[in-house]
């Protein structure tokens, strides 16, 4: 079983459409959870950070987590052809960060 | 606030060589990450340091070491090269490396094993 797995998409949404990205995780102890954004060619920026249960908003993205579930979750409402990219799910632990594969966002203008 | 620097950028090297790469943190930041990045892999953990001090290591051969300096730089070396080792290489700098801070990246060195 993977540490880290995530829908594999790709994901294409209509501009202003809302796109749901999913992410579960294998070790319970996990406590920090993070998504990172990769634009083609470029490097993993951070654009959310989790902690605990529930939801965190920060502009037009939400991260969910259920601990209990292991399972962590991105919802990017309103997509703009600038979130276009490929999103990353991340779980911390012991000084590493360990990623899923990845999911690759289309929105179609 | 100047952000995680990486030199070089690109490299190109021949089988069986070996190569350095070097990476400074965001000032203040005092943990340094490694990760190799390729199409079929996707990012695996290298390795981990904090003030000098290897905290964790990934699941890649002896060939792969790293080190930190006092000013929290740190450089990873490749050495033997193989054409597997073609990929790109990230680094990440965090204020302490624990769980309640997120990592960022440098835009990574390119290598490409010929």
């Known amino acids: 079983q993977k540490e880290v797995e995530q829908n594999s998409g790709p994901l294409s949404v209509p501009e202003g459409a809302i796109a749901s990205l999913n992410c579960t995780y294998s070790d319970r102890v996990s406590q920090s959870f993070f998504w990172y954004r990769q634009y083609s060619g470029k490097s993993p920026e951070l654009i959310m950070s989790i902690y605990s249960n529930g939801d965190k908003e920060d502009g037009r993205f939400t991260a969910q987590l259920n601990k209990a579930s292991q399972y962590v979750s991105l919802l990017i409402r309103d997509s703009q052809p600038s979130d276009s990219a490929t999103y990353l799910c991340a779980v911390s632990n012991d000084y590493k960060l360990s990623f899923g594969a990845g999911t690759t966002v289309t929105v179609r203008a | 606030k100047a952000g995680v620097t990486q030199t070089p950028r690109y490299l190109i090297k021949t089988r069986g060589q070996q190569v350095t790469l070097s990476c400074s943190p965001i000032?203040?930041?005092?943990?340094v990450s490694w990760y190799q990045q390729t199409p079929g892999q996707g990012l695996q953990f290298l390795f981990e340091y904090f003030s000098e001090t290897q905290r964790n290591k990934g699941n890649f051969p002896g060939r792969f070491s790293g080190r930190q300096f006092s000013n929290s730089r740190s450089e990873m070396n490749v050495s033997t090269l193989e054409l597997g080792d073609s990929a790109l290489y990230l680094c990440a700098s965090s204020p302490t490396g624990g769980a309640d801070y997120g990592y960022t990246f440098g835009s990574g060195t390119r290598l490409t094993v010929v």
């Open positions: 000032s203040g930041h005092r943990s």
